[in-house]
């Protein structure tokens, strides 16, 4: 990764951290296209794709409601790339680990705004305590902007940063060498577990109709595991299976 691609990588994550609720909502925090930017910038958009797809099937059943504390798959599809990317290649093992990094820095990153919100709440006190006029509220708008880019930059520098000592340590090499699956195989097996979180946004869906059908879920999702099969068989190599 050159130093080049590492700052546009951090501008990326910080984006799409703002991406998702503070400013702009371009869709920018979305890990299919943020994956895809990200793998463009490190010249492999279809793996950024392939990962940040990933990532957006596995939380699609979260769904921001109220106050919860949800997960931020977009902004960690950004390292999640840059460490499926870190080896020539794309080995399937480095394919599973960058997606294993992006669950847990989505996690991560989640948690994060509990901190953020907190900090957001003593801004905009603070701005009231001064009596809350136009300019105050304002001031205090663009401090809490601030602090959540500082936010998206923090969590995607340090993100690059594991990658970056993953690679120092030989877990990249080790993967990428003891992982038991060619890449085709390893790319259908995650799909398969992305659909899991298909089948539980439309398991949501049904139990909050009121109407017959609740089983539609599990249908759905075994038609999925379905073509999911059948497209590991279909793009398996010949010569794969002896």
Known sequence: MTPTEWILLVGLGTWATLDV??????????????GTLAGAILGDPVTGAIVGGILELLFLGNLAVGG????EPGPAAV?????????PGVPGGLIALGVAFGIVWAWAGGRSTVQQRRLNDRVTARAWARGGGEGELAR????????????????????LGVVTLVGIVGIIEFAGARWPLPTPETIALLVLAGLLGLGSLSGM???????????????????????????ALAITPAGSAS
């Open 79 to 87: 390292p999640a790339v840059a460490l499926a990317l870190s080896a």
């Open 68 to 71: 919860v504390v949800l997960p």
């Open 205 to 231: 869906a049904a139990s909050r109709s009121g109407r017959p059908g609740a089983h539609r879920p599990l249908i759905l999702l075994g038609a999925g595991l379905l073509v999911g099969v059948a497209l």
């Open 140 to 159: 205090a708008q663009f401090t809490a902007l601030g602090l959540e880019g500082l936010r998206g930059t923090t969590l995607t520098a340090i993100g």
């Open 21 to 34: 609720t503070a400013f702009g909502q371009f869709m920018v925090s979305r890990a299919f296209v943020s």
